[in-house]
């Protein structure tokens, strides 16, 4: 790709680029197994190989493969994806504090899930969760038409204030609900706070591939993000249509943090380190910046939900609790770090 | 490929900054755009760049409305660097001047060997061939301002148009700059156009001069002929006297309030 006259640095610069996101996977991997084996009820290496080729009714079979796979997939695919949102939303926003929850996502959800909960206690899990989804893509559609989405042109700036307010209005529609209801909020306190445990496998199946979808997508935009993140005016000049590319940020954002808030509830902070510490990684370039919060994000969730299991043992905490507490100290770290260089 | 407008009509909401202008940008020239602050110089620039929509008219790139060109060709024809803009700053010099490759690129054409020789030939133009590793944060003021410039040489566009190129720089890299542009006007018949601040530099690189005034082109020419103490005295609201500039034969301004403070 790059001829001798380009200095070597580059390459090598790359190529470390490459080997440390393989060794990144191998972790990642060590702690899918991690999130596999260990918790309350004992299991080892030989249980999870007897799940799957010789599955009796034991106790250890059981949590695996109803409860431990699907919330180390759901770990691992909802970091990913609220990590990638983040970063989409940093660059949307060019503000450094930007998280998907900044365009609604998290309030719209939260509202939509405790009403439906409150006052169609019927309803099943499944639905439970599209209307959480269509809570949050409703607070997105509100923001984008307030930011003057249809009118064509967004103002970032509009976004983060229309954001706010709408996520306020939203958060004191819950509150009312909740003040009403105390019943509803015992039962969806542990959802509000983030939770990837008690999830089925079918609600994942349908996830997955939605997920993988968008991250896909998020690969095939990072030289119109590149260019984007040189600021609006630059990029239009050289001939990105930036109102679309904007349009399909959103998108994505709703698709990929919508579906994480509807699954596991407003998961804090992931959204908002996770970009900062792959930029502090790998830089601002996106063919690195994408596939390393990918990776990253999901290494963070599945840490953050084994560690969940042995904070007050053996009670398990909501894994957002976790992540909050994981995340804080790391991110003034990273702050500080990125405001001495 | 000429550049002009047609009864252009700029403003924002109901409020209009510049009304009916009809320029034309001399071709392989180097067109100064000049007057007061809030005056409209760097609209009309944008406008002629299509960042903006006019409220009225249009604005003509070779024989077509500017805005019924798909953009990306207008990007191999036209390049805008904008007023003081702000990159990652760890993006590196090299790969802050590869963006300009970008309207060559598609699903079908990826980055190619000749790309990377006009990468070259931009870093070498500009003088930054031995520091095009080097992150944007390590840069000082004028350099950086040179990487963007590279950048738009990248783009390898005839016209190149320019909002306050030399803005928030030491007079040392303004004239280094201005310099760059105009060799670049000379050596490679690029149409330039700059929206700057300052008369005198004006005078001195301008082939021609296009001063705004109250939304209107107030006086359009070579400088030599343009520039007059009423000039001065109506487009910036100062007194002035004119005298021709000892080492360039151009007009240059001395300006003042009253002759006794």
């Known amino acids: 790709m790059f001829n001798i006259k380009t200095p070597k640095l580059i390459l090598e610069s790359n190529k470390s680029k490459l080997l440390?996101?393989?060794?990144?996977?191998?972790?990642?991997?060590?702690?899918?197994?991690?999130?596999?084996l260990l918790g309350y009820i004992k299991t080892d290496f030989y249980d999870l190989v007897n799940t799957y080729t010789n599955y009796t009714d034991s106790?250890?079979?059981?949590?695996?493969?109803?409860?431990?796979?699907?919330?180390?997939?759901?770990?691992?695919?909802?970091?990913?994806?609220?990590?990638?949102?983040?970063?989409?939303?940093?660059?949307?926003?060019?503000?450094?504090?930007?998280?998907?929850?900044?365009?609604?996502?998290?309030?719209?959800?939260?509202?939509?899930?405790?009403?439906?909960?409150?006052?169609?206690?019927?309803?099943?899990h499944n639905y439970l969760m599209i209307s959480s989804f269509v809570g949050a893509a409703l607070a997105v559609l509100f923001v984008y038409a307030l930011a003057g989405g249809i009118k064509g042109t967004i103002q970032t700036f509009d976004l983060t204030l229309a954001g706010a307010a709408i996520s306020a209005i939203f958060l004191s529609f819950t509150q009312m609900v909740l003040y009403k209801d105390q019943k509803t909020m015992e039962e969806i306190l542990f959802w509000l706070t983030?939770?990837?445990?008690?999830?089925?496998?079918?609600?994942?199946?349908?996830?997955?591939?939605?997920?993988?979808?968008?991250?896909?997508?998020?690969?095939?935009?990072?030289?119109?993000?590149?260019?984007?993140?040189?600021?609006?005016?630059?990029?239009?000049?050289?001939?990105?249509?930036t109102e679309l590319l904007k349009l399909q940020i959103i998108l994505l954002v709703v698709v990929l943090a919508g579906a994480s808030v509807a699954v596991a509830g407003p998961i804090a902070l992931?959204?908002?380190?996770?970009?900062?510490?792959?930029?502090?990684?790998?830089?601002?370039?996106?063919?690195?910046?994408?596939?390393?919060?990918?990776?990253?994000?999901?290494?963070?969730?599945?840490?953050?939900?084994?560690?969940?299991?042995?904070?007050?043992?053996?009670?398990?905490?909501?894994?957002?609790?976790?992540?909050?507490?994981?995340?804080?100290?790391?991110f003034i770290y990273i702050a500080r770090k990125a405001e001495n260089k | 490929m000429n550049i002009s407008t047609n009864n252009l009509t700029l403003g924002y909401g109901d409020?209009?900054?510049?009304?009916?202008?009809?320029?034309?940008?001399?071709?392989?020239?180097?067109?100064?755009?000049?007057?007061?602050?809030?005056?409209?110089?760097?609209?009309?620039?944008?406008?002629?760049?299509?960042?903006?929509?006019?409220?009225?008219?249009?604005v003509v790139?070779?024989?077509?409305?500017?805005?019924?060109?798909?953009?990306?060709e207008i990007a191999k024809e036209l390049a805008i660097l904008t007023q003081s803009p702000d990159a990652p700053s760890d993006l590196t010099v090299f790969n802050l001047v590869k963006q300009g490759r970008y309207p060559y690129q598609s699903w079908f054409n990826q980055w190619s060997k000749e790309d990377e020789n006009i990468v070259e030939y931009a870093l070498e133009k500009t003088g930054l061939s031995s520091i095009r590793n080097k992150k944007l944060s390590e840069l000082s003021g004028g350099q950086k301002q040179r990487v963007w410039i590279a950048m738009t040489l990248a783009q390898q566009t005839e016209i190149i148009l320019l909002d306050e190129p030399t803005n928030h720089l030491d007079i040392k890299y303004k004239i280094e700059v201005l310099d760059l542009l105009k060799h670049l006007?000379?050596?490679?018949?690029?149409?330039?156009?700059?929206?700057?601040?300052?008369?005198?530099?004006?005078?001195?690189?301008?082939?021609?001069?296009?001063?705004?005034?109250?939304?209107?082109?107030?006086?359009?020419?070579?400088?030599?002929?343009?520039?007059?103490?009423?000039?001065?005295?109506?487009?910036?609201?100062?007194?002035?006297?004119?005298?021709?500039?000892?080492?360039?034969?151009?007009?240059?301004?001395i300006t003042y309030q009253n002759l006794s403070v």
């Open chain 1, 194 to 241: 983030g939770s990837v445990e008690g999830r089925s496998m079918d609600s994942l199946v349908k996830l997955i591939p939605i997920m993988l979808i968008g991250w896909i997508i998020c690969f095939l935009l990072a030289k119109r993000l590149n260019l984007f993140s040189l600021g609006e005016e630059i990029a239009k000049g050289l001939g990105l249509n």
């Open chain 2, 15 to 58: 409020f209009i900054v510049l009304k009916d202008i009809n320029v034309t940008i001399p071709k392989n020239k180097v067109t100064i755009l000049v007057g007061s602050n809030g005056c409209g110089k760097s609209t009309l620039l944008k406008t002629m760049a299509r960042l903006l929509k006019p409220m009225s008219g249009n």
């Open chain 2, 185 to 253: 006007n000379q050596h490679e018949k690029r149409t330039i156009v700059i929206v700057l601040h300052d008369i005198n530099l004006a005078c001195r690189y301008a082939d021609h001069i296009i001063a705004i005034k109250d939304g209107k082109v107030y006086a359009e020419g070579d400088p030599k002929e343009i520039v007059t103490e009423k000039l001065i005295n109506d487009v910036f609201d100062i007194n002035a006297k004119i005298i021709e500039c000892p080492l360039f034969k151009t007009p240059m301004c």
């Open chain 2, 61 to 72: 790139l070779g024989d077509m409305d500017i805005f019924q060109k798909p953009s990306k």
């Open chain 1, 20 to 36: 440390l996101l393989i060794g990144l996977l191998f972790l990642l991997i060590a702690f899918f197994f991690a999130s596999l």
């Open chain 1, 59 to 124: 106790i250890e079979n059981i949590v695996i493969k109803n409860s431990r796979m699907p919330r180390a997939l759901i770990a691992l695919f909802i970091g990913a994806s609220l990590s990638v949102s983040g970063l989409l939303m940093q660059t949307l926003t060019k503000n450094p504090m930007a998280s998907p929850g900044l365009l609604g996502v998290n309030s719209g959800a939260a509202f939509f899930m405790v009403f439906a909960y409150s006052f169609m206690p019927n309803l099943t």
């Open chain 1, 270 to 330: 992931v959204g908002l380190i996770i970009p900062h510490f792959t930029r502090f990684l790998v830089g601002a370039e996106f063919k690195w910046a994408i596939p390393y919060s990918i990776v990253l994000g999901a290494i963070f969730l599945l840490s953050a939900d084994v560690a969940s299991r042995f904070i007050i043992y053996p009670k398990e905490i909501p894994v957002g609790a976790v992540t909050a507490i994981l995340g804080t100290p790391f």
